[in-house]
């Protein structure tokens, strides 16, 4: 069965400091694997997509994620961060196909100014 | 632009009323449409999906049903309500594997 997991409820760090949103998956296909954020009483919005190519895709707003088959993650990343980022990140899967999507627990991201 | 529109906003029912929520997707003809509830502070949990009008399909059961009565509307309701049924609604369509979501709407059961 296909799952998302996001081992970090909450993390805190620096403004300017580097982040990573950490996300694994099971999967027994190839997966599409995607990002989105949730700002506080908002709507989520897209980020980043992994769909097939290259293992380092970019997005929006700064950020990226790399996708490594070896190890099932699928890992955001943003440097320099800032307060701006402060919200909540889902990363999801696509049973692919099937139009069925899983999104993790999300990770909530504080960025302290 | 494509535009995404929910309604209502926020709804208080009671317990074994019905409802009605209601996602209208302008400027994209024919999109994929997906609705989702969130639990306050929760992940996302897809209930339905539809790729063309009269067409839906549900993902996992949780005594709602929904209906695309035309090209740009996905509509989801249920005779009764549970207080389970309380969270975030949330109406999406997709294109390129990417998905766009409506700004939601909060239903609160008591």
């Known amino acids: 069965a296909q799952s998302v997991d996001q081992p970090d409820a909450h993390v805190t760090l620096s403004e300017g400091a580097s982040l990573e949103l950490r996300c694994s998956y099971s999967?027994?296909?190839?997966?599409?694997l995607f990002w989105y954020v949730q700002y506080p009483g908002q709507s989520l919005q897209f980020l980043l997509k992994?769909?097939?190519?290259?293992?380092v895709v970019k997005g929006t707003k700064g950020f990226e994620a790399e996708f490594r088959k070896s190890n099932s993650s699928f890992n955001l990343k943003k440097s320099p961060a800032h307060w701006s980022d402060s919200a909540k990140y889902f990363c999801?899967?696509?049973?692919?196909?099937?139009?069925?999507?899983?999104f993790g627990k999300g990770t909530s991201l504080t960025v302290i100014p | 632009a494509q535009t995404i529109h929910q309604w209502p906003v926020a709804e208080i029912k009671a317990v074994g009323s019905p409802l009605s929520l209601g996602c209208t997707i302008k400027?994209?003809?024919?999109?994929?449409l997906y609705w989702y509830w969130q639990a306050t502070g929760g992940t996302l949990q897809q209930l339905f999906y539809?790729?063309?009008?009269?067409?839906v399909e549900s993902v996992v059961q949780l005594n709602l049903s929904a209906s695309r009565p035309k090209d740009d509307q996905f509509i989801l309701s249920t005779e009764k309500l549970l207080l389970s049924h309380s969270g975030f609604y949330l109406c999406?369509?997709?294109?390129?594997?990417?998905?766009?979501f409506g700004p939601g709407t909060r239903l609160t059961v008591l």
């Open positions: 539809s790729i063309t009008v009269g067409q």
């Open positions: 999967y027994s296909a190839a997966p599409y």
């Open positions: 999801a899967l696509e049973n692919t196909g099937y139009q069925n999507f899983y």
């Open positions: 992994y769909i097939t190519g290259d293992t």
């Open positions: 400027g994209k003809s024919s999109p994929n």
């Open positions: 999406a369509w997709s294109t390129d594997y990417e998905q766009y």
